[in-house]
T-cell receptor, first 115, second 115 residues
Framework: DQQVKQNSPSLSVQEGRISILNCDYT??????FLWYKKYPAEGPTFLIS?????DKNEDGRFTVFLNKSAKHLSLHIVPSQPGDSAVYFC??????????????FGQGTILTVHP | GAVVSQHPSRVICKSGTSVKIECRSL??????MFWYRQFPKKSLMLMAT?????????EQGVEKDKFLINHASLTLSTLTVTSAHPEDSSFYIC???????????FGPGTRLTVT
């Protein structure tokens, strides 16, 4: 049962353009969402997060949008740079109890930014 | 961001031996750490939650007697793969949860190869 899904295995974008990475979830108990960037043979690097009480969070070139009713979130990177090329994972978690901090990851999307 | 280290980064061992992997939060304290496993071209799979001062909690299907976890201090958790088999070969990643936060920072990972 894949509770967090990234339906696009890969995305190719021209340098300077916008990259939009999408993520859907099925568990309505999730209330905090995170995006990570990962290179092969390395651990994920935290990028940005959003609480379910918000619908947008921005940090530099990265903006995350959350649509709770659609159970959908997206990561926008603008402008995209070749150094952004990596695998991007979205992750979700729910507050409190025994699940505190436990992340459920999507399958990842490989982003390639062409010069 | 916060820094998490793992040691060793790469280890090769023979079948039947045990291997210990260390995870340290370098500039913050973490009462909770997580251990993940990543198979080739797959997402990260949560194995267990490591709690300082108490027993680890394991995800369904993860053998607690095979994957021993010790969270000895607020900055150190260890994962010991006991009686390793070739199918235990994988990329193991730890993460540390920032106190009173949902944000997790990941270590660089450990590549285990069992021959």
């Amino acid at each position: 049962d894949q509770q967090v899904k990234q339906n696009s295995p890969s995305l190719s974008v021209q340098e300077g353009r916008i990259s939009i990475l999408n993520c859907d979830y099925t568990n309505s108990m999730f209330d905090y969402f995170l995006w990570y960037k990962k290179y092969p043979a390395e651990g994920p690097t935290f990028l940005i997060s959003i609480s379910s009480i918000k619908d947008k969070n921005e940090d530099g070139r990265f903006t995350v949008f959350l649509n709770k009713s659609a159970k959908h979130l997206s990561l926008h990177i603008v402008p995209s740079q070749p150094g952004d090329s990596a695998v991007y994972f979205c992750a979700a978690t729910k507050a409190g109890g025994t699940s505190y901090g436990k992340l459920t990851f999507g399958q990842g999307t490989i982003l390639t930014v062409h010069p | 961001g916060a820094v998490v280290s793992q040691h060793p980064s790469r280890v090769i061992c023979k079948s039947g031996t045990s291997v210990k992997i260390e995870c340290r939060s370098l500039d913050f304290q973490a009462t909770t750490m997580f251990w993940y496993r990543q198979f080739p071209k797959k997402s990260l799979m949560l194995m267990a939650t490591s709690n300082e001062g108490s027993k680890a909690t394991y995800e369904q299907g993860v053998e607690k007697d095979k994957f021993l976890i010790n969270h000895a201090s607020l900055t150190l958790s260890t994962l010991t793969v006991t009686s390793a088999h070739p199918e235990d070969s994988s990329f193991y990643i730890c993460s540390a949860l920032v106190l009173s936060s949902y944000e997790q920072y990941f270590g660089p990972g450990t590549r285990l190869t069992v021959t």
